[in-house]
């Protein structure tokens, strides 16, 4: 069964928070390798930054992998698939969704996610990736907000970075495609795990539907 997580984002230095740290270590009994999926193949010292930084995460949680492999332009197609089907733990890299969803398609690693056996997990575009039918929310990359089809992890739509502070954007963008969609709003140091029908909420999420707005329960919902 997997298990997947879905995060909008940390600070940098503190990285998780104690309470997902402490479902982190649970989940990941396995801990031989960790696979980092890029979100732009080719912004290579980018990437590494930001993955390296994401071991650090872990390491200082208590959670040591033996190796950890970057997906990106570097590595060859075979070479990509392979890290992944043989990975502990994958781990989807934030950034630009798109970009990322065609790198998984290109590389035929989309397939080898929706089968793995373990734990997966998404940071900002990285959790809009695992969706099913992500919800995009317009920026200067897209100036309009759009709902479109991916991997299809979990049939949920997330859209990171939130603040319920910020009126326009729940009232001009996020409201009225919560007629089309269920969206889950997640303030950073925020995450869902999901494990089969169960989820559990960890910091500020609001559930987003039919124009009503809710704030989860940091608890097992059935949302």
């Given at each position: 069964m997997q298990t997947l997580y879905f995060f909008s984002g940390f600070d940098p230095e503190k990285g998780f928070p104690a309470d997902i740290?402490?479902?982190?270590?649970e989940h990941i009994t396995v801990r031989e390798s960790i696979v980092l999926i890029c979100t732009r193949p080719d912004t290579h010292e980018k990437t590494d930054m930001y993955a390296n930084g994401t071991?650090?995460?872990f390491r200082n949680i208590g959670i040591e992998f033996q190796a950890y492999h970057v997906l990106d332009d570097r590595k060859t197609q075979a070479e990509c698939m392979e890290l992944t089907r043989n990975a502990s733990v994958i781990y989807l890299m934030g950034g630009s969704p798109h970009s990322q969803l065609e790198f998984l398609?290109?590389?035929n690693i989309a397939s080898l996610l929706l089968q793995f056996n373990g734990?997966?997990?998404?940071i900002s575009a990285g959790a809009m990736t695992m969706a099913t039918n992500?919800?995009?929310?317009?920026?200067?990359?897209?100036?309009?907000?759009?709902?479109?089809?991916?991997i299809g992890l979990a049939d949920i739509s997330v859209t990171p970075h939130f603040s319920i502070s910020?009126?326009?954007?729940?009232?001009n963008e996020i409201l009225p495609f919560s007629d089309i969609i269920d969206i889950y709003a997640m303030c950073d140091d925020s995450a869902i795990m999901v494990c089969g029908n169960k989820k559990q909420y960890f910091g500020d999420i609001y559930f987003v539907s039919k124009g009503q707005v809710e704030k989860c329960k940091q608890a097992d919902c059935s949302k």
């Open positions: 740290a402490q479902s982190l270590r071991v650090a995460w398609q290109k590389n734990v997966i997990m998404g992500p919800f995009y929310c317009a920026d200067k990359n897209f100036g309009l907000s759009h709902i479109y089809k991916s910020d009126k326009d954007l729940l009232n």
